[in-house]
């Protein structure tokens, strides 16, 4: 593993009510990323984040937002939650800065059901 | 048109196989080609990473990238039921002052014993 976790694991929830997702990383890297994984769609970039305090939207941030307060953690927050975002989330940290390589690595995921 | 292809197949094969995955894509910005192999309830898993036409080879896995032809595939040679799982081929491009990492859905594969 890539020193990535994720919490929680599973979560079910009620539509309009707040939820936070954690992802915290041992390996000190500078990027982290957001994704959102669903059946037909792929993995799509929600938000990521190139430095504490430093964040820019993906292709699907709406009803979306992220914080880094600190290097190891990156939340993601849907205000309200919907149905539509019923989804696995995965977060991923990119290689070493200054490494020369670019591929991501990805955390176990997030599996969060909105009835 | 897409910026990447990828067939989901399904595609299922019997164990001893050699198995071929592919994908294709339109934008010949990108500059770096990866392999994740992804089993069910799991977090993808980077397989192999390249930057150049040509072929990479760890163990059963060989990465073979055309970019003339825009083209990229995975071969899995012997393959084994623990082979089984969906591949997700990527690739990176600049975006701004960073990388784009675009992802195909992805194929799943079965091996059967």
């Known amino acids: 593993d890539a020193g990535i976790t994720q919490s929680p694991r599973h979560k079910v929830t009620e539509t309009g009510t707040p939820v936070t997702l954690r992802c915290h990383q041992t390996?000190?890297?500078?990027?982290m990323y957001w994704y959102r994984q669903d059946p037909g769609h792929g993995l799509r970039l929600i938000h990521y984040?190139?430095?504490?305090?430093?964040?820019d939207k993906g292709e699907v941030s709406d009803g979306y937002s992220v914080s880094r307060s600190k290097t190891e953690d990156f939340l993601l927050t849907l205000e309200s939650a919907t149905s539509s975002q019923t989804s696995v989330y995965f977060c991923?940290?990119?290689?070493?800065?200054?490494?020369?390589?670019?591929?991501?690595?990805f955390g176990p995921g997030t599996r969060l059901t909105v009835l | 048109q897409k910026e990447v292809e990828q067939d989901p197949g399904p595609l299922s094969v019997p164990e001893g196989a050699i198995v071929s995955l592919n994908c294709t894509y339109s934008?010949?910005?990108?500059?770096?080609f990866m392999w994740y192999r992804q089993y069910s309830r799991k977090g993808p898993e980077l397989l192999m990473y390249?930057?150049?036409?040509g072929n990479k080879e760890d163990g059963r896995f060989t990465a073979q990238v055309d970019k003339s032809s825009k083209y990229i595939s995975l071969f899995i040679r012997d393959s084994q039921p623990s082979d089984s799982a969906t591949y997700l081929c990527?690739?990176?491009?600049?975006?701004?002052?960073?990388?784009?990492?675009?992802f195909g859905k992805g194929t799943k594969l079965t091996v059967n014993p």
């Open positions: 390996e000190n890297h500078r990027y």
């Open positions: 984040s190139y430095g504490v305090k430093d964040t």
């Open positions: 390249t930057y150049s036409s």
């Open positions: 990527a690739m990176s491009r600049p975006q701004g002052g960073s990388e784009k990492l675009v």
């Open positions: 991923a940290i990119r290689g070493p800065s200054g490494s020369g390589r670019n591929e991501q690595f």
């Open positions: 934008n010949s910005a990108f500059q770096y």
